[in-house]
Nanobody, 115 residues
Framework: QVQLVESGGGLVQAGGSLRLSCAASGSTLSINVLGWYRQAPGKQRELVASIRRNGGRTNYADSVKGRFTISRDRNTVYLQMNSLEPEDTAVYYC??????????WGQGTQVTVSS
């Protein structure tokens, strides 16, 4: 089992920045990929960015490329969000996928970008 605890959401004006953090605990050696998803009201949850635990390969949604950066330090994954837009408003969820493809989710953190 993997537990994920997020922090760092909040309210920011358009053009501003926020950094989200997610601390993983439990069976962390079983983690293959760490990532961030988001879900806006009335929309499906979507992948924002992911990073492989071994090798560090990253993947980004087209809508955030050049603005968001995912990184990892041991068992904590970060999402640096710059040049935020109102369209980035959503609940952001930390995700971990183990080598058996089991998914784990954090509780979610609200990000609100005002225009």
């Amino acid at each position: 089992q993997v537990q994920l605890v997020e922090s760092g959401g909040g309210l920011v004006q358009a053009g501003g920045s926020l950094r989200l953090s997610c601390a993983a605990s439990g069976s962390t050696l079983s983690i293959n990929v760490l990532g961030w998803y988001r879900q806006a009201p009335g929309k499906q949850r979507e992948l924002v960015a992911s990073i492989r635990r071994n090798g560090g390969r990253t993947n980004y949604a087209d809508s955030v490329k050049g603005r968001f950066t995912i990184s990892r330090d041991r068992n904590t994954v970060y999402l640096q969000m710059n040049s935020l837009e109102p369209e980035d408003t959503a609940v952001y969820y930390c995700n971990a996928q183990d080598y058996g493809s089991t998914q784990y989710w954090g509780q979610g953190t609200q990000v609100t970008v005002s225009s």
